[in-house]
């Protein structure tokens, strides 16, 4: 692995309160949102992050963060 990957750190930008996709994120933050069957939004993310071999990872929420558990 490259070093330049090492030295990466990403932060996922994660608390949106979605108020367009409201009565989905009724309980739960947009990223905390299902998609595409068992998957959050999130998890797209966070996949893409970990194919690319990017190790260094945070998430910065603010709404309803506990429903990212």
């Known amino acids: 692995m490259s070093t330049l990957l090492d030295d990466s750190l990403v932060i996922v930008l994660a608390g949106g309160a979605g108020e367009r996709l409201y009565p989905l994120t ?11 069957g068992p998957y ?9 992050c970990i194919n690319s071999g990017l190790r260094r990872i945070f998430i910065a929420t603010q709404y309803k963060s506990l429903s990212l558990n």
Do not use: H, Q
Request: charged share 30%; aromatic share 16%; hydrophobic share 45%.
């Open 26 to 36: 009724k309980e739960r933050a947009k990223p905390a949102v299902y998609f595409g």
């Open 40 to 48: 959050r939004i999130i998890d797209f993310v966070l996949s893409n």
